[in-house]
């Protein structure tokens, strides 16, 4: 009896450990299907409010990055002087939409003739920035740059193209804060002149 007991334990056991190795995997190949972005454009919840409407676009987050400072706060990023950038980092699947799609996407949503700021916020802190997380989206980016450089139809280019470094993502209210706060968010955005700005630079083309 306490053979029978003991091998039916044991093979309880063996099942749950049998599992939980197939669940992981099965996670791992999950994340294995999808890639990241990372793209400062000024504003966060701007950028967030744009980026989540891609189709392909799986998950986004506000955040902070490009600075040596761990795990700033919004009061030290939004101050300057720590290095950071405000930033969102976009999780997406490579099968739906391109790393390519996403750069013409942010291009036509910053002005990239300024690097002290984007619109209303001022401030390195708001700069453009690409954050490429391997040789081929470095590649991707830079030609893409030249591409926009060499139409000579927008100058100066100050948008950088900078290696990704460590992202902190931001507090959660600022998280999907466009969904939380509706009418404070398009009252921000209206008064920024973003929309404004963007159609004065892309006219047409801009999505």
Not at 65 to 78: C, I, Q, R
């Amino acid at each position: 009896m306490i053979k029978k007991t003991y091998s039916f334990l044991y093979g309880i056991t063996c099942l749950f450990i049998f599992l939980e190795c197939f669940l992981h995997a099965e996670e791992g190949f999950e994340n294995d299907k999808y890639e990241h972005a990372t793209f400062a454009s000024g504003c966060f919840w701007c950028t967030q409010h744009d980026f989540d409407h891609i189709h392909g676009v799986i998950a986004t987050t506000p955040g902070y990055t490009g600075g040596d400072k761990v795990n700033p706060s919004y009061e030290e990023v939004s101050a300057g002087g720590s290095g950071h950038v405000e930033s969102l980092q976009i999780k997406y699947d490579p099968k739906v939409v391109s790393y390519q799609e996403l750069l013409d996407f942010y291009w036509h949503n910053i002005d990239p003739t300024r690097n002290d700021g984007q619109f209303c916020d001022k401030g390195s802190q708001y700069r453009p920035v690409i954050f490429y997380h391997n040789t081929n989206q470095q590649e991707l980016a830079e030609a893409f740059k030249k591409q926009i450089i060499a139409a000579n139809v927008i100058h100066p280019i100050l948008v950088e193209i900078l290696p990704a470094k460590a992202f902190y993502p931001a507090e959660e209210y600022h998280q999907n804060y466009y969904k939380k706060n509706p009418l404070r968010y398009k009252f921000y955005r209206y008064n920024c002149g973003r929309d404004a700005r963007l159609k004065e630079i892309w006219g047409k083309t801009r999505y």
